[in-house]
């Protein structure tokens, strides 16, 4: 492995892993802060899959001691070996996808295996509640409550995967979603009279013209918002019924979600088939998270240029930047295919893992490229379960990750091959040569 260049910026000199010259006893440089803070990003990722899977009643000791041992490395003067945090890096990668399994499992045999279907985007006659965030938990208490009420529950951003489950769209007052990914909050939020239910993470600060009417629920909590403890969701219920009705006004398009492992595997022998018949070149998994910054539009474009003998598997909010397109199919094989939030990067690897076996090679030789956005707290998570796989040659962006400095960046293109996107028709051109 390359080693890391350990610059301390209190001594100006290079510390050798034995203490600093000045205090003797720090030894830590940017480096070794930026590798620690790297897996403090890949611990909350598991800890966040871990808290759904035990909100549904699945524990495993082995993640749980895991993530004790894992925040222990980090502690002050505990250890100053870069190239061990590496290691434990790839370490958590893999039990990332210990957890993701666990979640997935949680997830199925509450609410069924997903399966593809269309969304609406536009909204229903009547009362209103929208549930942001990832607990399907949480979605699913709600839609209990509601139940014989003149009440629509519309997901939005990560909550969009819970339409392809059986058990959760068996509740009738499950109506479609609005609006994007999680940073277009405040403009739709306020558009709608409607309240809000924030289940997790990716919640924003509200601004007055929706605060009044916004709750959270489990792990998050904003400033001035009503908290709600476990799961009598009475307020929302009672808020939602106080504010005017929505029309009825349906949305420009539809969106499909709901792509399992094992619909994808029952188009195995046709995907076969086309493959080696040449109709089709390459896949793709183009998503992860997302963010409001102009090279986001990289990702659209990227897809949009992609020769149409391609497929597309997204997931994560970042699926907002291209799931409205219409990209067709091949041969009865969908060009893009949704399979749900960040955790269900399960899937996604579940399938690579099915289509090796199928062309008998391993999967880094697989005609397969990720294109992924953003790498920041859980996304770490993912970006190094991918990279414990042996996965090479993954595209990041639209910005590189904030703990990554040039000796990181260095060590990881050596070991990993990681790229940097650039110009969209330029990237496909390179990938689709090699």
Same mark, same amino acid.
């Given at each position: ?124 006659? +009547?009362?209103?509640?929208? %549930? !942001? *965030?990832? #607990?399907? &938990?949480?979605?699913?208490? @709600? ?107 349906? +949305?420009?398009?539809?969106? %499909? !979600? *709901?792509? #399992?492992? &094992?619909?994808?595997?029952? @188009? ?116 190094? #379960? ?49």
């Amino acid at each position: 492995m390359e080693k890391f260049n350990m610059f301390c910026y209190q001594c100006a000199q290079t510390a050798n892993g034995t203490g600093c010259t000045i205090t003797g006893i720090c030894g830590k440089g940017p480096t070794l802060a930026r590798l620690q803070d790297n897996l403090i990003y890949i611990l909350k990722g598991i800890s966040a899959y871990y808290y759904h899977a035990t909100e549904l009643g699945y524990k495993d000791d082995e993640i749980a001691n895991f993530l004790g041992r894992g925040l222990y490395s980090t502690l002050t003067n505990v250890n100053f070996d870069a190239e061990d945090f590496v290691k434990l890096a790839v370490e958590a990668g893999r039990m990332n996808i210990r957890v993701m399994k666990l979640l997935k499992k949680a997830h199925i045999e509450h609410y069924g295996e997903p399966e593809p279907v269309e969304v609406d985007t536009g909204t229903k006659k +009547g009362h209103g509640i929208i %549930v !942001t *965030g990832h #607990s399907l &938990k949480a979605l699913e208490e @709600l839609l209990k409550q509601v139940e014989g009420k003149n009440i629509n529950v519309y997901t939005h951003s990560e909550m969009l995967p819970a339409h392809g489950y059986p058990g959760l769209r068996k509740y009738k007052n499950l109506a479609g979603n609005l609006g994007k990914s999680w940073h277009d909050q405040r403009e739709l939020f306020s558009k709608y009279p409607v309240a809000i239910l924030g289940t997790t993470n990716c919640v924003l600060i509200p601004s007055e013209s929706y605060r009044d009417r916004m709750f959270t629920t489990g792990i998050a909590k904003l400033p001035g918002v009503k908290h709600i403890d476990g799961y009598d969701y009475t307020p929302v219920i009672e808020k939602a019924l106080s504010l005017p009705e929505l029309e009825e006004r349906p +949305g420009d398009h539809k969106l %499909v !979600t *709901g792509f #399992s492992v &094992k619909t994808v595997l029952s @188009l195995a022998d046709k995907i076969k088939d086309l493959v080696e018949k040449g109709k089709i070149r390459h896949f793709f998994v183009v998503g992860g998270c997302d963010l409001p910054h102009p090279k986001e539009k990289y990702y659209r474009e990227f897809v949009q240029k992609l020769p149409k003998d391609t497929i597309v598997i997204t997931l994560a909010c970042g699926k907002f930047l291209i799931n409205d397109l219409d990209l067709g199919d091949i041969e009865g094989v969908p060009r893009l295919i949704d399979v749900g939030q960040c955790n269900d990067t399960i899937v996604a690897i579940e399938i690579a893992e099915k289509l090796a076996e199928l062309f008998k090679v391993d999967i880094s030789e697989l005609p397969l490229t990720l294109v992924l956005t953003w790498m920041e707290q859980k996304a770490v998570a993912i970006l190094w #379960s991918l990279l414990s796989l042996g996965i090479k040659g993954i595209y990041v962006g639209p910005v590189l990750p904030a703990w990554v400095n040039k000796d990181i960046l260095k060590v990881l293109r050596a070991e990993y091959d990681l790229r940097l996107i650039s110009d969209p028709e330029e990237d496909i051109k390179e990938i689709l040569k090699l």
